[in-house]
């Protein structure tokens, strides 16, 4: 797994290098693709229940999901990257979301939550601590914040497929749900509404989803696994 979340992040680090003012989010998928058969690595999303490509991109008020289009990022965008890979059988899943060019200080404070909510979340995943800490995390930092989170779209457990048990929500109870032990892998996917609704919808492509209200959004993940020293971010180089 440690194989494929560096591919992973290969094409996180691709892609962010990539993106700017006038590129096309289907250029991204290029990237994307490019260093997926540069690894001899495959795509866990292109064909999942129909993917049509091997990242989403979702851009401001898109939440998750977003199909890579032609339509070219502009100033003041953000935009939000999600994309695995298989080695070996094995997978791995991420996302992060950033600014093309300057962006406003809400839409920045915004990003910046979303990463400290991932952060949270990791340092959460601790042997002998509980999923419950996980969820918590989350939504401690996002509520500090005066954000929302979409109840409908979690975080999950991941290995010989994309999507296992458990769920992994982006709330909960301290102490609470299945005890965290050495191997368990999870991928761990805060999702920040800056509006602070906590509902989203999905468009008629049957993929995007969006804020109702028309807010931004934000989304980061990590492929996590507990060790007997801490946690381990398998989707960062
Ligand atoms: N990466 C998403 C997740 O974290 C899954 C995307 S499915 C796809 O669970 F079909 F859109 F690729
Ligand atoms: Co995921």
């Given at each position: 797994?440690?194989?494929?979340?560096?591919?992973?992040?290969?094409?996180?680090?691709?892609?962010?290098?990539?993106?700017?003012?006038?590129?096309?989010?289907?250029?991204?998928?290029?990237?994307?693709?490019?260093?997926?058969?540069?690894?001899?690595?495959?795509?866990?999303?292109?064909?999942?229940?129909?993917?049509?490509?091997?990242?989403?991109?979702?851009?401001?008020?898109?939440?998750?999901h977003g199909i890579p289009n032609e339509r070219p990022l502009q100033i003041g965008d953000i935009v939000s990257i999600d994309c695995g890979a298989i080695v070996n059988g094995w997978h791995g899943d991420a996302a992060f979301t950033m600014g093309i060019g300057t962006?406003?200080?809400?839409?920045?404070?915004?990003?910046?939550?979303?990463?400290?909510?991932?952060?949270?979340?990791?340092?959460?995943?601790?042997?002998?601590?509980?999923?419950?800490?996980?969820?918590?995390?989350?939504?401690?930092?996002?509520q500090m914040a005066g954000y929302g989170s979409p109840r409908d779209y979690c975080g999950h457990g991941i290995g010989r497929a994309m999507h296992e048990d458990p769920d992994v929500e982006n709330r909960g109870r301290r102490g609470k749900g299945p005890r965290l032990e050495p191997g368990v892998v999870l991928a761990i996917e805060p999702m920040l509404i800056a509006g602070g609704?906590?509902?989203?919808?999905?468009?008629?492509?049957?993929?995007?989803?969006?804020?109702?209200?028309?807010?931004l959004a934000a989304h980061t993940e990590h492929t996590v696994v507990v060790t007997d020293r801490g946690p381990e971010i398998l989707t960062r180089l």
């Open positions: 797994m440690r194989a494929a979340g560096r591919v992973v992040a290969e094409m996180h680090q691709a892609i962010r290098a990539a993106a700017a003012p006038g590129v096309t989010t289907l250029q991204l998928d290029r990237v994307a693709r490019d260093v997926l058969s540069s690894r001899s690595a495959t795509s866990n999303f292109l064909g999942y229940h129909g993917y049509p490509a091997v990242i989403c991109a979702s851009v401001n008020d898109e939440v998750v962006i406003e200080a809400d839409a920045q404070r915004l990003i910046d939550t979303a990463d400290r909510a991932l952060a949270a979340a990791v340092a959460a995943m601790n042997s002998g601590g509980h999923l419950g800490d996980v969820g918590a995390a989350v939504e401690s930092v996002v609704r906590d509902d989203v919808m999905v468009l008629d492509d049957d993929w995007t989803v969006v804020t109702v209200d028309g807010s």
